[in-house]
Every structure is written in C-alpha cells, then in structure tokens.
C-alpha cells in the first residue's frame, strides 16, 4: 500500500456541543481514541490538526491552523501543507463509529487520476471521511483567500470521485455535534 499520512481535524468551535468535539465520551473513552484505533491498523503517520493543548496528551504530531478560522478548509489546507505523502486521509475528529475497513476501502477504490476521493451515501456526501491530494493546496489557498470556505465548492473546484456506500455501513459516517446526538448514539451502541 502507498504511504498515507493521516490528518484528524481536531479544530472547531463547537458550539453546538459546547465542548472541544474530539474529546467526548463515547464507550469510555474520547471520540479521537476510537479514531486513532481505526487509523492506526492504516498508517503510524498520524497528525492531529488542532489550536488547542488538549490534546498534548496524545503521541502524535499537532500542528496548528496556518490560518485561523478558515474552518475545515482551513484545516485541510494545514494538513496537506505539512504532510510529506501525496496520498492522505483526512477525517473529522467527530466520527466515532469509523472503522479501519471501510477506511481501506476507501483508499482500495481511489484512484490516482482523482485529487480528492470521498464517500457518499444515500443522503449525503461525506467530505470529511476522504482522500486528499497535495496536489490541490493551491486551490486550497485560493479558496481561503477569496473566504470560499464550503466543503461541497472545494469538491467542485477540484477533480474528485465520489465512493458509494449504499448500506448499513453508511451509519459509520455519523458526526456527532450535540449533546442530543450524543445521547441518540450511546442509547442505539
């Protein structure tokens, strides 16, 4: 397999959960726990994109947002400018469910031709579970600059694969950001 390097997006106000989102509970332990479990099988190059300290308490490499508040394009863009792969996943730190084989599936069906490959379900697309090309940080840069931030305009800006995940399995996508949804997903798990 090709090196991959892997960038959890640990940034975010959260406001909605009123907390730093990575380090809520789910089963016991914070939600970038299960994450990094689920990457870890993947790749040891791992990089937690955060502004905060909160997560000293983790091994892996941090790096901060060379721009603040550009939100999850912001992040990207950090990751992709501080990784040495051409290939790198990047997830959202709000994804407990995610599990290594529907992350090496992802990487199995993306295909170099593409800058970005990402999942999609019957609802939606999942920008924030995917495979990112250094090869777009000047579209990223671009985007920043003209304050471009939605993740669906960067995916039109750039050449990119949509990987279905049409059943039950989709339910991994799930990104908690309340306390209500917390809730749901520790009654249903």
């Not at 990402?118 to 495979?131: A, E, M, R, Y």
């Amino acid at each position: 397999m090709k090196k991959v390097t892997i960038s959890i997006l640990c940034g975010g106000k959260s406001s909605r959960m009123q907390s730093e989102k990575g380090l809520v509970l789910f089963q016991g332990k914070p939600f970038i726990e299960h994450i990094i479990a689920a990457v870890l099988p993947i790749s040891e190059d791992i990089q937690l994109v955060t502004n905060t300290s909160d997560y000293d308490y983790l091994s892996y490499k941090k790096i901060k947002d060379i721009e603040l508040d550009k939100g999850p394009v912001g992040g990207i863009y950090s990751a992709l400018v501080h990784s040495e792969s051409e290939m790198n996943l990047i997830l959202s730190c709000d994804i407990p469910l995610i599990s290594t084989e529907i992350l090496q599936e992802l990487i199995a069906k993306h295909q170099v031709e593409f800058e970005v490959s990402v999942f999609s379900d019957t609802n939606k697309i999942h920008p924030l579970i995917g495979i990112y090309s250094k090869r777009i940080v000047p579209v990223l840069q671009k985007s920043i600059e003209d304050n471009d931030l939605k993740m669906m305009r960067l995916l039109e800006k750039v050449k990119h694969q949509l990987i279905e995940v049409a059943d039950e399995r989709s339910g991994q996508f799930r990104n908690v950001n309340s306390p209500a949804e917390l809730k749901e997903l520790n009654t249903q798990n």
